[in-house]
Structure formats: structure tokens, C-alpha cells
């Protein structure tokens, strides 16, 4: 499993995300809460309920 973390213009840490062998990947703000799931099988980004939010991979938007 590799971790990214996302940061903004000025270096806050926002949340990271987190991807694994499959190519699935968990998105977590700074406080570690899931806030979204992306499935490269289905290619839907998904909401922490598991409800689909769209179409693609849109992790980093979820973030802002």
C-alpha cells in the first residue's frame, strides 16, 4: 500500500490517499475520516456510504 498526502498552496496537510496493489483507493482528511473510495474496476469514485459520487477518479476534489 502506498500513501499520498495532499497538501494546498501553503503547505497544509489536507488528507491523504491511500492505494493498493488492485488500484483501489481510500481517501482520508487530516483527521483520518474516510471521506471517499475510488474502485478502477467499476471506475466510480464513491462516498464514505459507499454510494456512487461519479464517474472517474475524483478523490482530490472530494478534499477541498
Do not use: W
Not at 491511500?18 to 481510500?26: K, L, M, P, R, W
Amino acid at each position: 500500500m502506498t500513501t499520498e498526502t495532499l497538501k494546498d498552496a501553503y503547505g497544509n496537510i489536507l488528507g491523504s490517499i491511500e492505494s493498493t496493489a488492485d488500484g483501489t483507493q481510500v481517501l482520508r482528511d487530516v483527521d483520518g475520516k474516510i471521506r471517499g473510495f475510488y474502485d478502477p474496476s467499476t471506475n466510480h469514485t464513491r462516498g464514505p456510504g459507499k454510494q456512487i459520487l461519479s464517474k472517474g477518479n475524483t478523490l482530490r476534489q472530494l478534499i477541498c
